[in-house]
């Protein structure tokens, strides 16, 4: 079990203290758990840590790893893949990046507070300008994780135009830079009600070629493994054999089982 993506109260919409998800985690019997909170930057700052918290972050992270040696802790950052991504954030030493993309300029296509933007836009030009970002995204070299890949659809506003066609050329990005896509199971917690990615671009990926990790993407210590047998019994349907990780930026693999 790999649980990669997963919050802390320092980016102020997550609940619970990180020591409660390490030990929901290891009830759910997670052997490689990551914390990958939103990282700082000048922009939407209600919804994440701020730049001198970073170090706070470590140091409870190094807390954690010596007082619980049974489950192999990670320390990665989710960071928003923006124009102007700041470089500090890239510089820290972590053991993975997670990419994601959650602004179509300025516009948080995900949070409920700008919910009634959807009805003034074009839903399929809304998705080829969110693939063209994560096309973007995979060629910036930043990364090693990509987050929650389709995001785009979370409140449930589907494209006409095939979804294979518009993810194309992201998913051939993510395969030539050799990226991770994660299975990210908390669309089954939202109104869109499906794993990030879909199967049906899950199975893209398997022909591609590309490695996946799994992700719970907690916010709260209850959330933590939320339908990760579920994703990997699907994974494993779909014909993946093998979950990744990393260490210390090292991509490293486990057997599914």
Known sequence: MVDLHNHT?????AIGSMQEYIQQAIKKNIHIYGFADHAY????QQYRMDYFQ?????KWIRNLQEKYPQITILKGYEVD??????????????DYFIGSVHFLDNWGFDNPQFLSQWAQRDVDEVYKEYFDL????????LFDIVGHLDLIKVFGFRPKED???????AIQAIADNDLVVEINTAGMRKKVHELYPSIALLEMIKQHDIDITFASDAHTPSQVGFY?????A?????GFTKVAYFVQRQKKHKKLI
Request: net charge negative; proline share 2%; aromatic share 6%.
């Open 54 to 58: 970073m170090e706070i972050y470590d």
């Open 81 to 94: 893949f923006v124009p102007t991504v700041d470089t500090r954030i890239l510089q820290q030493d972590v």
């Open 228 to 232: 990760l047998n579920e994703a990997i």
């Open 234 to 238: 699907i994974a494993k349907q779909i």
């Open 41 to 44: 930057m000048d922009f939407d």
């Open 163 to 169: 979804i294979k066609v518009l993810a194309k050329e």
């Open 9 to 13: 109260i320092l980016c102020n919409h």
């Open 134 to 141: 994560i096309v973007q995204l995979a060629n910036s070299g």
